[in-house]
């Protein structure tokens, strides 16, 4: 689950991590109200006005302002909330932006005094470990730092056993290159923001920049936050924080119902039992120089009712031109899943106005071609995997 930045930083400051503040808003008049109680809070004069969206590169959109102004923070507000916001990271269409995170100004008096640092906390896969990646060179290009000057990317692994040791926590601020006060701030500033990754079951934190301010504190300005989606069970707390706006719509009434769907780009819809052979089916769409139009895994049980369910799901997509199903009836036997697609089918009266391959193996697949072939639908029964891809094609033209 991605979270908005203000969600990530009010999560990064409940473990004690130091934070730019803010104060999110709905509306300009929400806006105006939070910067008065910023500057109540904090002293501050100038704030910074702040698109939540979940893509980054805000800042190069126009999606980040600073306002020096009450007048300044109304117009911007009311320029930016409502806006579609195109970043290096948004589809051409861009993201529609519903609300702002209005913050204190915390590169006063000027950005000469200030340094500005990149850091993430994610699990390393290949070593199994947790490790943090941090660089002196923070801010809005780290991508190209990362492709041209990756020596200056620097990576800290750590042992599940112990966690972020203190002498680890000291070289990161050694390299990057801190002394004095800053030097123990960042000491803390690591560790609390390590300590939050794990307590939190994140799976990403990418905090850019980290920001050394002119009396030398460190603090998140930035914070993408992802939390691992099956350990949400253990944070009843963080599930409101899903923002079902900024997902994609089919794929939210897809986990509704309880289908495994992912939109992709392509016009071939799939329906397939198991992620594996899921992803296999794709792979051949693909070879055989098709596209997939989704990931679909219909699970187990691939009765008529969920059949259905995956029909209805797949169809939402106008882009869908033809519909694969491919099942390997393992436990589940293969004459069911097609009496369950024979029914679904009817069930949907006219709904369904592509041509649909089904290929069916396994146990009692022979029954299952039998009843397909004989049910007078718009359906075409193959037993071989590319026969399946082949006549994709074809009916594509
Ligand atoms: P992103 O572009 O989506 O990564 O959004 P960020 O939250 O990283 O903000 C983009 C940029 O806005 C930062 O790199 C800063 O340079 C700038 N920025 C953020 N907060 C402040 C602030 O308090 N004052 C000023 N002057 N600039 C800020
Ligand atoms: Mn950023």
């Known amino acids: 689950m991605n979270l908005h930045e ?80 195109i970043t290096p990271q948004t589809s051409s269409e861009g993201k529609k932006v519903h609300q702002v995170l209005v913050a204190e100004d915390v590169y006063y008096p000027g950005e000469s005094e200030t340094e500005e640092y990149y850091m993430s906390v994610l699990l390393n896969r290949g070593i199994g470990r947790n490790m943090i990646m941090y660089s002196t060179e923070g801010g809005m290009n780290i991508e190209t730092v990362a492709e041209e000057t990756p020596h200056l990317i620097f990576t ?67 914070a993408k936050v992802t939390i691992d989606d099956n350990a949400l069970y253990r944070h009843k707390d963080y599930i409101n924080l899903r923002d079902l706006r900024e997902e994609n719509p089919i794929e939210v009434e897809a986990k509704a119902v309880g289908l495994n769907y992912v939109d992709l780009d392509g016009n071939v819809g799939c329906m397939v039992n198991g992620a594996g052979l899921a992803m296999s089916t794709m792979d051949l769409i693909k070879q055989s120089g098709g596209e997939p139009a989704n990931f679909l895994d219909v699970g187990g049980t691939a009765d008529a009712a969920r059949v259905e369910a995956g029909f209805r799901i797949i169809l939402k997509d106008p882009n869908v031109k033809a519909i694969l ?72 033209g």
């Open 156 to 222: 800290e692994e750590i042992d599940p056993a112990t966690g972020l040791l203190p002498f680890q926590a000291r070289r990161i601020a050694f390299n990057l290159g801190l002394s004095g006060l800053a030097f123990k701030e960042m000491i803390r500033f690591v560790t609390a923001l390590y300590t939050a990754y794990i307590k939190s079951d994140a799976s990403l934190f990418e905090i850019n920049p980290v920001l050394k301010t002119s009396d030398n504190k460190i603090m998140a300005v930035d």
């Open 325 to 396: 199903i491919n099942i390997f009836g393992g436990i589940v036997r293969c004459d069911r899943v097609a009496q369950g697609i024979v029914d679904a089918y009817k069930n949907m009266g006219d709904a369904i106005k592509v041509p649909i391959i089904v290929r069916l193996q396994g146990t009692n697949a022979d029954l299952a071609k039998e009843l397909i072939d004989g049910s007078g639908l718009d359906v075409q029964s193959v037993v071989e995997f590319q026969e399946a891809a082949d006549k994709v094609q074809e009916v594509l």
């Open 6 to 85: 203000y969600q990530g930083k009010d999560i990064l400051n409940s473990f004690g991590v130091r934070i730019q503040r803010g104060i999110v808003a709905q509306n300009a008049e929400e806006a105006v109200a939070a910067a008065k109680q910023l500057t109540v809070e904090t002293g501050t004069g100038w704030h910074v006005i702040k698109a939540q969206v979940h893509a980054g590169g805000r800042g190069k959109g126009g999606g980040v302002k600073l306002a020096k102004s009450l007048k300044e923070v109304e117009d911007i507000a009311g320029q930016i909330i409502g806006m579609n916001l």
